[in-house]
């Protein structure tokens, strides 16, 4: 598992991480935390490179809190 930078969006605290699957794809998840509390959401789409997967991990996570989806 690869952790990338963090990023705050309002009170949360958003990190991308990405996983290479035995087919040699990258797996995106997204952790966000608010305090001691923390989700983290594993994300469908596969992807050729850990970037292209953090990156894609860091917009659905920063969605999810600006949309408020997280309830």
Not at 13 to 38: E, F
Request: charged share 20%.
């Amino acid at each position: 598992m690869q952790n990338f930078k963090s990023h705050e969006v309002g009170k949360y605290l958003v990190t991308p991480m990405t996983k290479l699957d035995v087919a040699g794809h990258y797996c995106a998840s997204v952790s966000i935390r608010r305090g001691m509390h923390d989700r983290v959401f594993r994300l469908t789409p596969h992807f050729d490179s850990a970037t292209s997967a953090a990156r894609y991990a860091l917009a659905q996570g920063r969605q999810f809190v600006l949309n408020n989806q997280l309830i």
